[in-house]
């Protein structure tokens, strides 16, 4: 018996999103791509399409997908439709890029993760970190069979252990194996200035990064935040 593969909804049309499309189109999947307006912005005339995928609405992207990536520039998280995701698997595969979003106001906490901002702003859906610390570009060209010698890996952090193994399955159909990371919390691990982030390796490799985070630059800077936010009790 044939189980049907999930309806992937893809809101964000840039270069990330159009590679996603592109994979998971390759990997038989139906996809639905989302750019910010009109539909008809999405270039037509792109292979994305012409294989398969169907340009929409955002908000159509999200009512009828049955796992939706959000592929968009962090800065847009609170313009995300979210009670259209409610109940649904979102896969986040955004990153917090000062220079390009501005200093927000909920980054002033150091401890908190993007991902889990996001999971604030969707109370009803399911979010697991996943595709944010691969460029497109090696995205696009190291996707390789399972098995296959060279084959890359992509990290993934969430807090249910089902919706984690959904995700490692989608990523493995894309063509990457996939690393855990831990919970959302976790996905600090894959953020910009970690190890993982901008990194093309192996599952071994990419778990040793993973696994390295505590003696990282940014993870002795979280340390300390943590530490002067939540110094040890007196023995007095």
């Given at each position: 018996m044939t189980v049907a593969r999930p309806v992937i909804g893809i809101i964000g049309a840039g270069r990330l999103g159009m590679v996603l499309a592109r994979l998971a189109t390759r990997a038989g999947y139906q996809v639905l791509i989302a750019a910010s307006g009109d539909p008809k912005g999405?270039?037509?005339a792109d292979d994305v399409l012409a294989k398969g995928a169907t340009a929409t609405t955002a908000l159509d992207a999200a009512e009828r997908a049955d796992v939706a990536i959000l592929a968009l520039p962090f800065r847009r998280y609170r313009a995300i439709p979210a009670?259209?995701?409610?109940g649904k698997l979102?896969?986040?595969?955004?990153?917090?890029?000062?220079?390009?979003?501005?200093?927000?106001?909920e980054f002033r906490d150091p401890l908190i993760s993007s991902s889990e901002l996001l999971q604030g702003h969707l109370p009803g859906s399911r979010v697991v970190k996943a595709f944010n610390h691969m460029s497109y570009a090696d995205?696009?060209?190291?996707?390789?069979?399972?098995?296959?010698?060279g084959r890359k890996?992509?990290?993934?952090?969430?807090?249910?252990?089902?919706?984690?193994?959904?995700?490692?399955?989608?990523?493995?159909?894309l063509g990457f194996d996939p690393v855990v990371a831990g919970t959302l919390a976790d996905g600090v691990r894959l953020e910009p200035?970690?190890?993982?982030?901008?990194?093309?390796?192996d599952a071994r490799d990419l778990r040793d990064m993973i696994d390295g985070f505590p003696s990282s630059q940014s993870g002795l800077r979280r340390a300390a935040a943590s530490a002067a936010r939540h110094p040890p009790a007196s023995d007095e």
């Open positions: 999405i270039a037509l009670d259209a995701l409610a979102v896969v986040d595969a955004m990153n917090y890029w000062w220079e390009a979003d501005g200093l927000l106001e995205l696009r060209d190291e996707a390789r069979r399972p098995g296959q010698p890996a992509i990290g993934i952090a969430g807090n249910d252990a089902d919706d984690v193994d959904i995700v490692a399955g989608l990523v493995d159909d200035g970690t190890d993982p982030f901008g990194a093309d390796v």
